[in-house]
């Protein structure tokens, strides 16, 4: 989908991180359930018109929570700078965004979920779905200009 956002709209990619996400107290949400390899966030960063965005997704492959991708407008960096603030308020809230830390942090419609396409198969997307989630994307942001 990133792909799709930087060669059919214009955007161009500044940064794509994975950073495991913590264990807090006894939970296992830390895990993915079905391989008890460690669930991870992706951080993708993107610039359209001098303005920057976020794509954070959390791999929920595994059926542990339905949780959309969410996009935020920050400054470049301020994910990776607020990493361990976010991963830890994902992890308290299993597996849910922090949203009231992004709206305390970034302000009002700074932030949104983008819902996944619909797929039959666990963790595998068929390609004709790709483009109409970029395409969400790109229209929540022409909406926030």
């Known amino acids: 989908m990133v792909d799709c956002l930087v060669a059919k709209h214009g955007f161009k990619l500044i ?3 994975l950073a495991k996400l913590p264990k807090l107290g006894d939970g296992k949400k830390h895990w993915l359930a079905d391989t008890q390899n460690p669930r991870c966030l992706a951080n993708v ?4 018109s001098n303005q920057f965005y976020t794509l954070l997704e959390i791999d929920t492959s595994d059926g542990a929570a339905k949780l959309s991708t969410m996009l935020l ?7 990776s700078e ?6 830890q308020r994902i992890m308290k809230k299993s597996l849910g ?3 009231d830390y992004f709206k305390e942090q970034l302000g009002e419609k700074t932030y949104t979920g983008i819902p996944h396409p619909k797929s ?6 068929p ?7 970029a395409k969400r994307i790109v229209n ?3 909406h926030t200009e």
């Open 15 to 17: 940064r794509k991180e």
């Open 45 to 48: 960063e993107l610039e359209l």
């Open 73 to 79: 407008k920050s400054a470049p960096g301020w994910v």
């Open 82 to 87: 607020n990493e361990k603030k976010v991963l």
């Open 97 to 99: 965004w922090p949203s």
């Open 120 to 125: 039959k198969h666990s963790g595998a997307l």
């Open 127 to 133: 390609p004709e779905v790709i483009d109409p989630w």
């Open 140 to 142: 929540w942001i022409g």
